[in-house]
């Protein structure tokens, strides 16, 4: 099973993006259905972090940094994780990841900048 995440991109400070992770390959949606999703992000410089998960059930959780601002979420039939980011301020500007269980996604950078 592969991840793939995208949806990062340049936005100004307030604004929202809507990353997405596909899993794909030979048993993804066993795989899927039956794994959390975490979101860790890496800013420049800086440690590797946690972000937010969604269990298989949809229960989520969030790094305080977050709360109130990032929603994770999850659609089982199409083997797919968002992290819906809302307001972001500039200290959100790192590469993301998706993973579940040993599998990681390719990251996707997030730019938050006037």
């Known amino acids: 099973v592969q991840l793939q995440a995208s949806g990062g991109g340049l936005v100004q400070p307030g604004g929202s993006l809507r990353l997405s992770c596909v899993a794909s390959?030979?048993?993804?949606?066993?795989?899927?259905?039956?794994?959390?999703m975490d979101w860790y992000r890496q800013a420049p410089g800086r440690r590797r972090e946690f972000v937010a998960f969604?269990?298989?059930?949809?229960?989520?959780d969030y790094a305080d940094s977050v709360k109130g601002r990032f929603t994770a979420s999850r659609d089982n039939a199409k083997n797919i994780g968002y992290l819906q980011m809302n307001n972001l301020k500039p200290e959100d500007t790192a590469v993301y990841y998706c993973?579940?269980?040993?599998?990681w996604g390719q990251g996707t950078l997030v730019t938050v900048s006037s």
């Open positions: 969604a269990t298989s059930s949809g229960t989520t």
């Open positions: 390959g030979s048993s993804a949606g066993s795989f899927f259905s039956n794994s959390g």
């Open positions: 993973t579940m269980r040993d599998r």
